[in-house]
């Protein structure tokens, strides 16, 4: 074995540390932290935007349909999750910071970014209060959210913002429309989420 002549020192990814300081923050505002998984079927992937389906990273010799593409979303995943544990206490508060893959024009042809999503299940719509969780946890980090309107086909119209750190777009909010939690997962209380680029969020804050 040979011994190279010179050393590395090894730091903590930038984007990491961010990453932990926001589920901590998160954990403090009562939510629990899940991991999803990384791979998904087409049809669950297309429930939160049909159109990511052509950013997935299909994969080629997949041995389950629940496999067959790489999430561009973190939601749907997390949905699932609420439908495996609808025996528990409600309200039930989630939330997930991992990446997500999306094709690009990249050497590798596709790149990980780091997604923030939350959901909370109860028995009433509480977006108040996950908005509220949302703009607390980004103000801890130095950083003002603000919601514009806007309509999103997974969620109910006229219940949904956009969100923006001053004129940069970086992700939505909202009321889960009733086709993807009653009919596809069989949920039957009102579901309320949020969706971030959390790598935007961190350029941004970072500089």
Request: include cysteine.
């Amino acid at each position: 074995m040979t011994i190279p002549d010179f050393h590395t020192t090894g730091v903590e990814n930038h984007l990491n540390k961010f990453s932990d300081k926001i589920r901590t923050e998160m954990a403090l505002c009562g939510f629990n932290e899940v991991l999803t998984l990384t791979l998904t079927s087409i049809e669950e992937n297309s429930l939160i935007n049909n159109s990511m389906n052509g950013e997935a990273v299909k994969l080629g010799n997949f041995k389950s349909k629940d496999c067959e593409i790489v999430r561009t979303s973190l939601l749907p995943g997390m949905i699932k999750a609420i439908a495996n544990n609808l025996q528990e206490k409600l309200p039930i508060k989630i939330f997930e910071v991992s990446d997500i893959v999306k094709l690009d024009d990249s050497v590798l042809g596709a790149s990980n970014k780091r997604y923030f999503s939350g959901i909370i299940a109860a028995n009433t719509s509480l977006l108040e209060d996950l908005q509220g969780a949302l703009t607390m946890v980004m103000k801890k980090a130095g950083i003002e959210l603000t919601y514009l309107i806007s309509d999103k086909p997974h969620f109910i119209n006229n219940q949904s913002a956009d969100i923006y750190i001053g004129k940069v777009l970086i992700g939505s909010i909202g009321v889960f429309n009733s086709n993807i939690v009653n009919s596809h997962f069989n949920i039957q209380y009102p579901l309320v989420g949020f969706e971030i680029n959390l790598e935007t969020v961190y350029d941004i804050f970072s500089n």
